[in-house]
């Protein structure tokens, strides 16, 4: 089982704003880092440490985190957004490198 | 450009071995910690094995301790998992990918900047 929880499925309406959510003990010590999965394609990065996109991520994704708890928040979702989503962060101990949430996919209807 | 092709995958019986390979280029391969991350069939990503810049420290998830061996060529800028007695849960694509770090407060994070497209091992009789 995961360490880092997260909703199965999220579903967001055309030009609207969601939130994803990643629960996790390890989240009180270390920052998640949130990353985009399309069907048949590998995980893209696109939020990291307290709010940070890479190159060529669009400025509508954006990270925050609060006690146990981080949001990836997508505003104004677009058609493309639709993928799955996953957190990770180190695991509670710090011991291991990384533990992955259980990812959440993300419908825009 | 940062570019990671993995290699190696197939089909293999229970119990059997493979080894897979990530050739690495765009960056200076040595500096960087690397990591294999797998995704079985429909399921979710599972961090398996990491090793440091120079192979000084290496970790498994638990689920392969033991069977699983990472390794790296600093020279080949290239990245290894040795498996061994494989299990019908070993099926997954397995991604290899780039690990970047950054402290705050005190602590190291890591985060996985860069992946590659990853190589299908199926373990089945």
């Known amino acids: 089982s995961s360490e880092l929880t997260q909703d199965p499925a999220v579903s967001v309406a055309l030009g609207q704003t969601v939130r994803i959510t990643c629960q996790g003990d390890?989240?009180?010590?270390?920052?998640a880092s949130w990353y985009q999965q399309k069907p048949g394609q590998a995980p893209v990065l696109v939020i990291y440490?307290?709010?940070n996109r890479p190159s060529g991520i669009p400025d509508r994704f954006s990270g925050s985190s609060s006690g146990n708890t981080a949001s990836l928040t997508i505003t104004g979702a677009q058609a493309e957004d639709e993928a799955d989503y996953y957190c990770?962060?180190?695991?509670?101990?710090?011991?291991?490198?990384?533990?992955f949430g259980g990812g959440t996919q993300l419908t825009v209807l | 450009e940062v570019q990671l092709l993995e290699s190696g995958g197939g089909l293999v019986q229970p119990g059997g071995s493979l080894r897979l390979s990530c050739a690495a280029s765009?960056?200076?391969?040595?500096?960087?910690?690397m990591s294999w991350v797998r995704q079985s069939p429909g399921k979710g990503l599972e961090w398996v094995s990491s090793i440091t810049g120079r192979g000084g420290s290496i970790y498994y998830a638990d689920s392969v301790k033991g069977r699983f061996t990472i390794s790296r060529d600093n020279s080949k800028n290239t990245l290894y998992l040795q498996m061994n007695s494989l299990r019908a849960e070993d099926t997954a694509v397995y991604y290899c990918?780039?690990?970047?770090?950054?402290?705050?407060?005190?602590?190291?994070?890591?985060?996985?900047?860069?992946w590659g497209q990853g190589t299908l091992v199926t373990v089945s009789s």
């Open positions: 990918a780039k690990v970047d770090g950054y402290n705050f407060a005190g602590r190291r994070n890591l985060v996985f900047d860069y």
């Open positions: 390890s989240l009180r010590s270390y920052y």
């Open positions: 440490g307290k709010n």
């Open positions: 765009g960056f200076t391969f040595s500096s960087y910690d």
């Open positions: 990770n962060s180190r695991d509670s101990g710090g011991n291991l490198p990384a533990v």
